[in-house]
């Protein structure tokens, strides 16, 4: 999704939700640390590839010309990263997935087969058809996608879906990952916030629902939370908020 631009009633801009919720900083430490398997899992495999093909003399030591020796590196990262890399390979299917999901609710064009490779698109294709599987069970009925929405002109939020499940207005989420941590709960609570001040008539009734696709396997995993279970997650959030207003009053020291 593109960045949107928030504004209040008087045509100022407000942060997103995605910025006041920074500053919880909840999740950095979990990135930061797979991103550092990640890199070293790349880089070993950079190094054998780059020394398993380059010329050696008779003694079988490694030519050692820097020239070659970096644009051959250059060129098997850029082969790992593409072709290699596990992680990639899951964002890949998770992307494609999401986008045929997408294309679902609103309606749009699917992404194309052409595109992609078959592995790819038919796990995409697989967990697209998970999430019509699930749809059925509850009843699924689209009310709202993608909606920009802004809180008693403080800030801006854009639910991806709100929606009856089962009858009753609900928070919902589609995520093709691993696990679901604590700031997207926080996340959801936001969402609920900002629906409910922009339609008081008609406010969120039936909780939060989390569909949870993993692209390493078949079938899906179902969460669900009540509608008053994620006080303290709003709570989190509006004290995210007075960090974000702090930060500008001290950075205004400076």
């Given amino acids: ?3 949107i631009k928030y504004k209040d009633s008087k045509g100022k801009r407000i942060p997103s939700q995605s910025t006041i919720k920074a500053n919880i900083g909840w999740g950095t430490y979990n ?28 003694n079988g030591q490694p030519n050692m010309d820097l020239s070659g020796m970096l644009n051959l590196i250059r060129q098997n990262l850029q082969k790992a990263w593409e072709e ?11 992307t494609v997935g999401m986008g045929m999901i997408e294309a679902n609710l609103k309606g749009t064009k699917m992404p194309h087969i052409d595109d ?15 999430y019509l599987e699930w749809t059925k ?15 008693n002109d403080l800030w801006g939020v854009t639910p991806d879906i709100i929606a009856e499940v089962n009858g009753k207005l ?4 589609v995520k093709c990952t691993k696990a679901i ?8 609570a936001a969402q609920r916030m900002a629906w409910d001040s922009n339609y008081p008539t ?37 004290r995210a908020y007075q960090l974000y207003q702090l930060e500008k009053k001290i950075k205004k020291l400076l």
């Avoid at 078959?118 to 967990?127: G, N, R, S, V």
């Avoid at 941590?181 to 959801?188: I, N, R, Y």
């Fill in 1 to 3: 999704m593109p960045t």
């Fill in 31 to 58: 990135l930061m640390a797979w991103r550092k398997k990640v890199d070293l899992e790349l880089a070993e495999k950079v190094i054998e590839n780059t020394f398993m093909g380059y010329p050696t003399y008779e």
């Fill in 84 to 94: 290699d890399d596990p992680a990639q390979k899951a964002a890949s299917v998770g």
């Fill in 116 to 130: 992609y490779t078959k592995e790819i698109y038919e796990k995409a294709w697989a967990t697209h058809e998970n």
């Fill in 137 to 151: 069970q509850v009843g699924l009925k689209v009310v709202s996608v993608e909606e920009h929405l802004v809180y």
């Fill in 170 to 173: 609900s928070v919902m989420e």
């Fill in 181 to 188: 941590h604590p700031e997207f709960l926080v996340q959801m």
């Fill in 202 to 238: 008609n406010p969120i009734a039936g909780g939060f629902h989390v569909l949870r696709l993993p692209v390493e396997h078949q079938g899906f995993h179902y969460h669900y939370w009540g509608v008053d279970e994620l006080n303290d997650a709003a709570y989190a959030y509006e």
